[in-house]
């Protein structure tokens, strides 16, 4: 003789079900956004370092767009001129990153507090009114994926 559910196991399963289906759904968004990854660099120490780690990432997944905002003192290495203890230029590693689609961007609020302005920036560098803010907008809606170096 067949089993015949009570109206409060349907409710349970009907619940259960709707349930699967939101996750189901909020999934397939997510999997049909294009990965992309904003690395956040608040220090100018080991730039070298930090910039060669964003290199190996784009070597290793070119097809993902990258984009690197920069605040505090981070955003010392991409004023015109600036150089690493030895004295090399990091414009150099910049103009790599900038050829490999690399988008980079200087917080405005730390240029004002450094008393910059955008003609002190090295060519190629972009700006965002927050750095903070913008971080925040890459992951929240547009999906990219963080790495702080």
């Given at each position: 003789?067949?089993?015949?559910?009570?109206?409060?196991?349907?409710?349970?399963?009907?619940?259960?079900?709707?349930g699967v289906s939101l996750v189901a759904i909020s999934l397939v968004g997510w999997t049909q956004t294009h990965p992309a990854v904003a690395f956040h660099i608040e220090s100018d120490d080991h730039m070298n370092q930090k910039?060669?780690?964003?290199?190996?990432?784009?070597?290793?997944?070119?097809?993902?767009?990258?984009?690197?905002?920069?605040?505090?003192?981070?955003?010392?290495?991409?004023?015109?001129?600036?150089?690493?203890?030895?004295?090399?230029?990091?414009?150099?590693?910049?103009?790599?990153?900038?050829?490999?689609?690399?988008?980079?961007?200087?917080?405005?609020?730390?240029?004002?507090?450094?008393?910059?302005?955008?003609?002190?920036?090295?060519?190629?560098?972009?700006?965002?009114?927050?750095?903070?803010?913008?971080?925040?907008?890459?992951?929240?809606?547009?999906?990219?994926?963080?790495?702080?170096?």
């Open positions: 003789m067949p089993v015949i559910p009570s109206a409060k196991h349907r409710r349970r399963a009907a619940l259960a079900a709707i910039l060669r780690q964003i290199t190996r990432h784009i070597e290793a997944h070119p097809s993902i767009p990258v984009r690197v905002i920069l605040i505090a003192g981070g955003v010392r290495a991409v004023l015109d001129g600036a150089s690493d203890p030895n004295g090399g230029f990091f414009s150099a590693q910049l103009e790599q990153l900038l050829a490999k689609n690399v988008r980079i961007f200087a917080c405005e609020n730390t240029l004002r507090s450094f008393n910059k302005s955008l003609d002190d920036l090295t060519f190629g560098i972009e700006t965002v009114p927050s750095g903070i803010a913008e971080l925040g907008r890459l992951q929240f809606e547009l999906g990219f994926a963080y790495l702080k170096l």
